[in-house]
């Protein structure tokens, strides 16, 4: 009984690392963003439904950013390198929301045409808006569905924006979001975020020639 619980266990651990790398090419391969969607479209390509094998975002992540270094490492890095760039100007830009980037561009899983993702932090949403007309900003307003903590989801105002060819999402919480991330749609872990300053030195670390984040 014991050796068929390893080898169901062995089973399912192939299939979810078989799950997260065929969705980790499609994102690379097909210009999918969303890894809800990649999990899905690779479960059906592959002909594996069962929950336990359905791998976590984390996973996924991972395996892209494997792909990525693998199949096309100086293109990836320099992409990487101009979005935490623009990130850094936009963390600055909009410093009187106290931002924090989160999302593919701080993981490093990011490709060229990846947005880079702000949160953005206010108890009045139409300040945010309210700014981004003042400096004549053309943003499109939509929402998103967010975890603010294990009993709250709340669908947060959010604007998408291009500026030059780099494209951006702002994500308007709370201000006691500040102080405690929001949590990943997945699990109970908080969401990964750095500050203009943290990502200041995310760059530098990338421009002394190691790929370690903070």
Not at 2 to 7: D, V
Not at 114 to 121: G, W
Not at 124 to 135: E, G, H, K
Request: net charge positive; proline share 5%.
């Amino acid at each position: 009984m014991h050796r068929a619980r390893q080898h169901a266990g062995a089973r399912t651990r192939e299939r979810r690392y078989r799950l997260a790398h065929e969705a980790a090419r499609l994102m690379a391969e097909g210009g999918i963003h969303d890894i809800h969607q990649a999990r899905l479209k690779a479960a059906g390509r592959l002909g594996i439904h069962d929950d336990a094998s359905l791998p976590q975002d984390q996973e996924i992540e991972q395996a892209l950013g494997e792909y990525r270094r693998l199949f096309s490492p100086t293109a990836h890095a320099d992409a990487l390198r101009r979005s935490r760039e623009a990130a850094l100007e936009a963390l600055t830009f909009f410093a009187p929301f106290q931002p924090r980037l989160h999302g593919s561009v701080l993981d490093g899983t990011a490709d060229a045409q990846a947005p880079v993702q702000l949160h953005l932090h206010s108890d009045d949403a139409d300040a945010v808006q309210r700014f981004l007309v003042d400096q004549r900003i053309p943003a499109q307003a939509r929402s998103r569905r967010v975890r603010l903590d294990r009993t709250r989801r709340e669908d947060c105002p959010s604007w998408t924006f291009h500026a030059g060819d780099v494209a951006f999402e702002l994500t308007v919480l709370p201000l006691n979001a500040l102080r405690q991330a929001p949590l990943r749609a997945e699990d109970d872990r908080p969401i990964r975020r750095v500050s203009g300053a943290q990502l200041r030195q995310l760059l530098a670390v990338g421009s002394a020639g190691h790929d370690d984040a903070i």
